[in-house]
């Protein structure tokens, strides 16, 4: 029992990079989904071929080969990357991109009316945007980019195999130890569960909150 005590341990351990990654990646997917979706309704046209090119590259290639790409061959130009920053960097653009459409989606799905109010107010583009449409579009896309952190979550254990110590590369460890598949797998298996449960739970709280403040928004 104290020899499984300190392998429930390390899977523990595993449990907090997970974490950790999961909360990166997530910071970095939001900032370029924002980024890369408002570019694809941008007047300027070059920045309208960088979002798309950013998220048809990302969308049209591996998590696999990205992450590889970000550890492996990124020092050859001279950029080194720690394994959690090589996982975060590659699970943030890739979710990044999925979500890039998701906020542009929500910008286009708000009606006409609403900008037409922005003009009549003297609003500029960017402060309607920014008062009046964004708020509305949050509610929108809040949904769907919980689906996007848990696929973000889920998708972190391909940093096993640049031997980050993450859930799934710990219970590889206890297998390796113990020959014991059935207990690590089904101990991660639940781990990972609960954590895409409490990340549906704190969207679905947001969502709810900004559900009642969104009246005095709308003009």
């Known amino acids: 029992m104290t020899q499984w005590s300190g392998y429930f341990g390390l899977i523990l351990q595993g449990a907090l990079v997970t974490i950790e990654l999961t909360l990166m ?26 979002a798309t090119a950013y998220i048809e590259f990302f969308r049209g290639t591996s998590i ?9 061959v990124l020092p050859f130009i001279g950029i080194s990357l720690t394994p959690l920053q090589a996982g975060v960097l590659a699970l943030g ?13 929500a910008i286009q ?24 449409i964004l708020p509305q579009t949050l509610l929108v896309m809040l949904p769907t980019f919980g689906n996007n952190a848990i696929e973000l979550l889920k998708a972190t254990a391909v940093v096993s195999l640049i031997s980050l110590a993450d859930l799934t590369f710990q ?3 206890v297998r390796s130890q113990t020959g014991n598949t059935m207990v690590p797998f089904t101990t991660i298996l639940f781990i990972y569960f609960i954590l895409a449960l409490l990340i549906s739970w704190g969207m ?15 003009v």
Not at 26 to 50: E, K, P, T, Y
Not at 109 to 132: D, F, K
């Open 171 to 173: 219970a590889q460890v």
């Open 93 to 105: 653009l890739n979710v990044g991109a999925y979500a890039a459409e998701v906020v542009r989606g």
């Open 25 to 50: 990646g997530s910071v970095l997917a939001l900032f370029m989904a924002f980024l890369a979706g408002m570019g694809r309704l941008s007047r300027f046209f070059i920045l309208r071929a960088l």
């Open 109 to 132: 799905s708000i009606g006409r009316e609403q900008y037409e109010a922005c003009t009549a107010l003297n609003l500029g583009r960017w402060q309607g945007m920014r008062h009046v």
């Open 64 to 72: 696999f080969v990205q992450l590889f790409w970000a550890y492996f």
């Open 204 to 218: 679905r709280s947001l969502e709810r909150r900004m559900a009642r403040g969104l009246d005095g928004v709308r």
